[in-house]
C-alpha cells in the first residue's frame, strides 16, 4: 500500500483520521473532505509530519449534491491519480426525533447511504477504467438487523451493505477490490454521549483493523472481530422473539 492515492469522504472523522495516520505512515497521497475547514487544515499538517508525500483539503457538505458530484474528478487531478476512496462521513440521527421529523430521517438516509452511493458510483467508474483500485465504506453492525432503537440509522447502513455487495460482484474481474467495514460501538464524537462499557473499541484499534483489512483486499470485516459473533446471533433471533426483546 505504499505510495496509495486516497481520497477520503468525512476525513475529519474520528475514525477516519486514525485510518489516515496509519496510511501517511506508508507515504500514502491523501485529500480529505469534510464541513470544518480549520480541524482539516489541523488533521493535514498532522499527517504531512507522520510521512503523507501529499495531502490536499476540500471543504464540502454533503448535502450539496451539485458540490459533491465531481469529488472523486478532484482528488485524482489533485494527487496526480487516485486509487483508493474511503467513505467514513455519517450521521447517527436519534431515533425518536428521526421518527418525528423528516428531514432528519432524510438526512440519515442521505450522509449515511444515496451520497456514498453516488460517490462510490463515480469512484467506481475510474477505477474499472484502470482495472484497478480499493473502494471502501464504514457501515455499521447496525445495518444488520434493524431495531427499535436506531432502525433509521440501520436501515441506511443496510442499504449501504447491499449496494456494496453488488457493486462487489461487478467489479470483481475488473481488479477492482470493494470493502465494507462494520465497526459495533466506538468511542468518538458521535457517540459522545452513549455510556461506555466493555465492549466498546477506540478509533485506533478500529482504524488498525481497517487498514488490515484494505491490505489483504478483504471483502467485509466486523471490527473489533467479536462482532461478527455478536451479530450471528442477533441475526438469527426468530422474529416472534427479537420483537420482544428490548437491547
Ligand atoms: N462511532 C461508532 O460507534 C460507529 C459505529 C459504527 C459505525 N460508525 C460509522 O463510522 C463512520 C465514522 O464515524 P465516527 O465514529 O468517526 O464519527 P465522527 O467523528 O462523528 O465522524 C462523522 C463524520 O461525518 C461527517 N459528516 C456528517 N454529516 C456531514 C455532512 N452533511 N457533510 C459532510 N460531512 C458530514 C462529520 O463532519 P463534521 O466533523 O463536520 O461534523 C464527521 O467528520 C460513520 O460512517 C459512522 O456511521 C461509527
Redesign the pocket.
Known sequence: MRGQQVLI????????EQVARLLASRGAALYL????QA?LEKIAADLRVRGASRVVIEP????DIAAVGGVVGRAQESLDGLDTLL??????PEQERASAEPALLR?GLE??ASVPMLVLEEAARLFEQKGRGQLVA?????GDRGRATNYA?GAA?GALEIFLSGLRQRLSRRGVKVLLV??????????VEFKKGPLWAS?ERVAQDIVRAMERGRAVIYTPWWWRWIMLIIRHIPEPIFVRLRF
Open positions: 469522504l468525512g476525513g475529519a472523522s474520528a475514525i477516519a473532505t469534510g464541513r470544518d480541524r464540502l457538505e454533503l448535502t467513505i467514513a462521513a455519517g450521521v447517527l438526512e450522509i449515511n464504514i457501515g455499521s453492525v447496525a440509522y447502513k462494520k465497526p459495533g460501538f466506538v468511542d468518538t464524537p458521535m457517540t478509533p
